[in-house]
């Protein structure tokens, strides 16, 4: 089915089934340990040995030489695969890096060597036994420094056309300079990790030439290919199952080391491989989000209107690599006739950067918020009128193309009401309880919606079950659920009577899990099989109307009869299968989500210590097809922006060129007593031009402005800004 027109009224409108706060269907079996993942698939291949992960113990240089000897004659010890007696390797087209290291060394804790052994613990005795001898070579790894002789670059821009390197509008440096009221500061983020809970796992299985990974993978169709591309065998020697995710953030969106390694460690044991990741190898093995420099300079009249808006980040990643695209949504987010926005990378020699949540608009918007926050301060308003005074409804730097949808108002007004924005003191310090500074901040939420073609094949089966298959992901998202509602609201069925089959490359190619397109994508593909599922019900009942069909209660009705679904299915199930193709409707209008955060926090006055004690969150996204997953998602990612904002940093060592604190000791990220209240509003819309789902994404939304909003609050109780993130107590002491 193509999209090219906006959706007209359809039978997902009726919401019945679609847009209730159901429970999600894989809930039982993940919380009773019954969902297996990745690692826990003893059933799948007999005989698995471990493998064992050896990282480089350098940032930069050659392999002299490796001495597998001691490992070799150790306990237990199977196969050891190297870059050397591996065979011929490619790379695959969404790593930057290679996944295993020779003679060149990209990075710290590039794979270096797998050690299959019967046990793990045999195979991680043995991989300390690998002698690896290495030509270091001094590296390049303070972002700082490197920037100064980094080139500009473009980046993807929110058309997914390469943006130029420099991309301005009107005369940014005159009305900058003529402004009656300016800014300009300098903003730092750290470099972070994702950090999910379960680590990249895979277990490799051949079958003569013919290889099976059970792996946990965001993206499967992209994995297929890297993996196909990395051991250069063709895409249809390949097979990913990966239909239980424990989180992936971004950090799955490609295939790592644990699924080539496994693969390869498979052949050469002759038997199937298991491998994990261990914590301590993710930080340097795996991606992380990149560290930023931004430099924001606004400009605006007495009257609080922008007038010039400039946004320049500096990134740094591997030789090949993107810059973080942390100006994307200044391109958008506010009025403003004068404008610039520019982006540089410098090549640095630490692990590779890459998409983490909201990548481009999580670290941007950390920096631009605090931005607004501090202009609102300079001219006097209110945050939440600085903002909506600048509001507008077509792209700033296209005029002539219209947002889809855009409530960013309705979302900061609702917003203000609904938290007591009214009892915030706009003098900072002012506010105290007992021996704690209470404050409030603010700041918007945006992220854009892409849209990406979706496969899925529907059958009816004979009794009436409804089966969904299609290789879309659930990374603890809910897409098993929100799948399956859609399957029974198109069918007329109850949720119970649809099976969701997920995350298997033998199932047709979705749009995956990454860039919040996720959601809306992969529910629009499986509605073009259910109207084709649909059609050929009505056939097998003998309708020959199809304009005008209804299915409900099992019911089918169309031109005046009606007949029972089951009875189409009597003499053998259906199946048929269809995509969902975007046509031109984002290049004709800009397809956004929006929200706005509030945030209270306090900080105490003798020792520093920070508190958020509220959090709400009012999203504009589409069509909610779900409201208690896309809550989970919201909260999800205020909480991940808590941490960005007051805990998370990948220390770098800039002698070594390694991040330091690669375990969950060292690595802080929330916990439940960091998080006592948080709240999630969403405004009823249906977005038509975004898919026949009228559904947006919300996965990203939620962590885009609230690292802002949590400084924003900072200040506001301390009256101390610090603008170089994670926000800690050393810096304003
Ligand atoms: Mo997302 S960072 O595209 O998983």
Request: glycine share 12%.
């Amino acid at each position: 089915m193509k999209f090219d027109t906006p959706a007209g009224a359809n039978p997902i409108d009726k919401m019945t089934v679609i847009g209730r706060p159901t429970d999600r269907i894989d809930g039982p079996a993940k919380v009773t340990g019954t969902a297996p993942y990745a690692y826990e698939r003893h059933d799948v291949a007999p005989n698995q040995a471990y493998g064992f992960v050896v990282g480089a113990g350098v940032a930069r240089g050659t392999i002299r030489s490796i001495d597998l000897a001691d490992a070799e004659a150790a306990p237990g010890v199977i196969a050891i695969v190297t870059a050397e007696n591996a065979g011929r390797l490619g790379k695959g087209r969404m790593n930057t890096a290679k996944l295993i290291a020779g003679p060149d060394v990209q990075h710290y804790h590039q794979a270096v060597a797998l050690v299959v052994a019967e046990t793990f613990e045999q195979a991680r005795a043995a991989a300390n036994l690998v002698r690896v001898d290495y030509q270091r070579v001094p590296g390049r790894f303070d972002l700082d420094a490197e920037l100064e002789r980094a080139p500009l670059v473009g980046g993807d821009s929110n058309e997914g056309s390469a943006a130029p390197p420099v991309d301005e509008v009107g005369d940014f440096e005159g009305a900058f300079a003529a402004a009656d009221v300016t800014l300009d500061e300098r903003y730092t983020t750290p470099d972070q990790s994702h950090a999910m809970m379960e680590p990249h796992a895979s277990i490799a299985a051949w079958d003569g030439d013919q290889l099976t990974l059970w792996t946990s993978n965001q993206m499967i169709n992209w994995g297929v290919g890297d993996v196909a591309r990395t051991l250069q065998i063709p895409k249809d020697k390949v097979r990913l199952i990966s239909p239980f995710i424990g989180g992936g953030f971004g950090g799955k969106l490609f295939v790592r080391a644990d699924a080539v390694l496994a693969a390869l460690g498979a052949k050469a044991a002759g038997r199937p491989v298991k491998v994990a990741l261990t914590r301590p190898m993710m930080a340097n093995n795996t991606t992380h989000r990149p560290a930023t420099v931004q430099r924001i300079r606004l400009g605006a009249g007495r009257d609080g209107r922008l007038t010039a808006i400039g946004h320049e980040s500096g990134s740094g990643d591997l030789e090949g690599g993107q810059p973080e695209t942390a100006v994307a949504q200044t391109k958008l987010l506010y009025a403003g006739a004068n404008r610039l926005t520019s982006m540089r990378l410098a090549v640095l020699d630490l692990p590779e950067g890459n998409a983490m949540r909201a990548p481009g608009e999580a670290p941007g918007l950390m920096a631009l918020e605090m931005a607004m926050d501090e202009m609102a301060e300079r001219l006097e308003m209110d945050p939440v009128e600085f903002r909506v005074i600048n509001d507008t409804q077509v792209d700033p730097e296209k005029p002539e193309r219209p947002f889809s949808q855009r409530n960013l108002i309705g979302c900061l007004r609702t917003g203000a009401e609904r938290f007591g924005w009214d009892r915030r003191n706009a003098k900072p310090a002012q506010v105290r309880d007992g021996d704690w500074l209470v404050g409030m901040g603010v700041a918007s939420a945006f992220r854009n919606n892409m849209t990406m073609t979706s496969g899925a094949r529907v059958t009816l089966e004979p009794g009436g079950r409804v089966i969904v298959e299609t290789d879309m992901t659930d990374i603890g998202t809910g897409s098993y659920t929100i799948i399956g509602q859609t399957a029974a609201e198109m069918m007329g069925v109850p949720l119970e009577q649809v099976e969701v089959r997920l995350g298997d490359s033998s199932f047709p190619v979705s749009a995956g899990s990454g860039g919040q397109w996720g959601a809306n994508s992969s529910t629009a593909g499986v509605y073009a099989a259910c109207v084709k599922l649909r059609e050929a019900v009505a056939q097998r009942l003998g309708f020959n109307s199809t304009d005008d069909l209804d299915f409900t209660g099992g019911q089918v009705s169309a031109g005046g009869r009606s007949g029972q679904l089951t009875d189409a299915a009597r003499d053998g199930a259906i199946t048929v299968e269809d995509k969902i193709e975007f046509g031109d409707l984002g290049e004709k209008a800009q397809q956004s989500t929006f929200g706005a955060h509030f945030v209270e926090a306090a900080v105490h006055r003798m020792t520093g210590e920070i508190r958020i004690r509220r959090m709400l969150a009012v999203c504009a996204a589409g069509r909610i097809l779900n409201p208690k997953s896309a809550r989970s998602q919201v909260i999800g990612a205020m909480t991940m922006g808590a941490g960005a904002a007051l805990m998370e940093e990948l220390a770098v060592d800039k002698r070594f060129g390694f991040f330091v604190n690669h375990d969950l000791a060292t690595y802080e990220v929330p916990v439940h007593a960091d998080i006592p209240h948080q709240e999630v509003i969403f405004l009823d819309e249906a977005d038509p031009q975004s898919s026949p789902m009228k559904a947006k994404g919300v996965g990203e939304l939620g962590i885009c402005g609230i690292g802002a909003a949590v400084a924003n609050a900072v200040y506001n109780a301390t009256g101390t800004r610090v603008r170089d993130y994670p926000v800690t107590l050393d810096k304003y002491l």
